[in-house]
Nanobody, 120 residues
């Protein structure tokens, strides 16, 4: 199982970045996919999530209206378009895959993280 994030980097306030997470080794289209972020010394927090077929999304209040999560099940990739970036968005961003099987077994996978820095 692999989740490989890309697209992070340094951007000025007000700028945009698009994160990508390429998945392999599991049935991508069955999993809810999410982006989390982690600030130094803090727990990871949910940024955005999207259901397996892409029919429903959810966002943290702090990013609503600025970030958009999407997925391409044919490419086994989930994206996070981040617009109007603020210095407080600076964090390491992680891709997450989550599935609860019919027998209640939970399968959860994480990427290695990609850093995003918003600074002038």
């Amino acid at each position: 199982v692999q989740l490989v994030e890309s697209g992070g980097g340094l951007v000025q306030p007000g700028g945009s970045l698009r994160l990508s997470c390429a998945a392999s080794g599991f049935t991508f289209s069955s999993y809810t996919m999410s982006w989390y972020r982690q600030f130094p010394g803090r727990e990871r927090e949910l940024v955005a999530g999207i259901t397996s077929a892409g029919g429903s999304t959810d966002y943290a209040d702090s990013v609503k209206g600025r970030f958009t999560i999407s997925r391409d099940n044919a490419k086994k990739t989930v994206y996070l378009q981040m617009n109007s970036l603020k210095p407080e968005d600076t964090a390491v961003y992680y891709c997450n895959a989550d599935l609860i099987e019919v027998d209640a077994t939970r399968r959860r996978y994480w990427g290695q993280g990609t850093p995003v820095s918003v600074s002038s």
